[in-house]
């Protein structure tokens, strides 16, 4: 009988060696059991790794051909690209259950025990041997590497507590108290951040991934582990806490290079996915795919901005706290104003500026710009860039006479000394009642989008006053509390006043002067 036949409530029937002999049980290596599986499931068509998006033709496949050819695994990409969500998955690829000699520490096989505990209750015992029926959830390990991680962490060492307990000699293996890895024995092993553990410490794992066992301190033990090892790594040129020791790395065997979603669509696929919304939140904010966009084009300008590090990366968590804080600013709105539905406004999306200024690493020019200006200068290309994707060009319209300009209408009025404040805080009536008084605004908006509601239409008319201050044909000034859009010379033109206590300082300033 094959393991994967056996019956869904073995755990309840089988419970002795005895029992699981007569089932027809056989062991297999955890590798052989990903791979069986894994056939299995791609026979069936089934999805592998489910919630994984953008990686079907590049990732998922050199994953799949890794563990056919059981393979340890080195997955070795910047912050943000689902590395440690995919090692994750890899226990859908186990057996449901697993069973183990009841009470060892190493998960020992009743078949092939490993540890002096288990075959010494075997001995003692033959098929009466009582068994214990392991979930695969409980066969996953993860560690992340810090430098402060050890051998005995990892490995294991002699326990003088436990000798003295036991009253045992240190020669007696059994006073060793093993490591992680000992631990996840037929199992599967994750080092998260491999080039943050120290090399002395990575020296260690050489015997365990091409012999499959381990040494501690004199001891003269061979463990046959069987684990399969997948780690995490972010490029060495941008990790400059560590590397991966060369031997270390040539006994990988395959090392799978991740990437960020290639297209807006995929990269909105993960952060629908992954954004922590409340239904509270979804109840009373009402959002559009214009929103989703503006906050997938902000990685996307950020990945290629000249402030940002390249080297670091822009981790997918800046779309979905970015758009957490959207729908978060949205909901903050109405319940300052004692409304039970709101909708989404730019406002929303410009105001999530603390949600991009942690999530970037700056280079030199981007330190002296400040992180927030950084932000919103990202935020205002991501509008730029999108905004010819609803209304016309307006670097087209600039060379055109303003009587066949689609917004000359919005210029003048702008131009005629006239000003526009969108506060954040604004209730619908009164961010209605703005929008409204700039004529021409409207009906740009319907000419274009004739059949989108009234909300959404609002939503352009504000898209389209920032969309014409980014290809500067009017002027936008950040107010604490909003945005101020008016005529784009006036604004050229306006000079701060000096304070007239200033000058009267000066002025006595300067007979001291003369003494």
Known sequence: MANDQLPTNHSQHITTLGQLKKSGYKSRSVKTELRENLIRKLRLKEDVF?????????????????????????????????????ARLLINLLDEYMPVVEGSELNDDPLQPLSVFAKKL?????????????????????????????????????????????????????VIHFGLIPRAHRGIFVINELPDLQARIQVSLFNILQEGDIQIRGFKVRLPLDIQFVFTANPEDYTNRG?????????????????YPKSIEIGKRITKQE????????????????????????????????????????SARLTISAYEQVVAGAERRALINGEAKTYVRVGDFISAVPAITGKVELVYEGEQEGAGIVAEKLMGKAIRTLFLNYFPDPDK????????????????????????????????????????QVPGLRDIVKELHPNEDANTTYFLMEFLLHGLSEHSLISRNRLTAGAQFKDLLSSMFTMPKFDEGDDEDEEEEKPRRRR
């Open 275 to 314: 954004a922590r919304i409340k239904e509270d939140q979804k109840g009373m904010v009402t959002t559009n795919e214009i929103t989703h966009d503006l906050v997938e084009q902000v990685a996307v300008e950020a990945r290629g901005s000249e402030f940002v590090d390249a080297k670091s990366g822009v």
């Open 122 to 174: 075997i001995d003692e015992h033959g098929d009466n041997t009582p068994v214990a029926w392991v979930h695969r959830d409980e066969r996953y390990t993860e560690k992340l590497a810090t430098p402060d991680v050890t051998v005995a962490d990892l490995i294991g060492d002699a326990d003088p507590i436990k000798a003295a307990t036991l009253k045992l000699p240190y020669s007696d293996e059994r």
């Open 397 to 436: 319209s600039k060379k055109l006479k303003n009587r066949t300009s689609p917004y000359k209408t919005v210029q003048e009025w702008f131009g005629s000394g006239n000003t526009l404040d969108l506060l954040h805080d604004a209730s619908d009536a009164d961010y209605h009642a703005a929008l409204d």
């Open 243 to 259: 590397s991966i020791v060369t031997p270390l790395k040539d006994r990988i065997d395959a090392q799978i290079i991740t990437h």
């Open 50 to 86: 489910p919630g994984i998006f953008g990686y079907d033709e590049t990732v998922i496949p050199e994953l799949q051909r890794a563990i056919l050819a059981g393979h340890h695994i080195n997955l070795l990409g910047l912050r943000g690209q689902a590395k440690t969500r995919i």
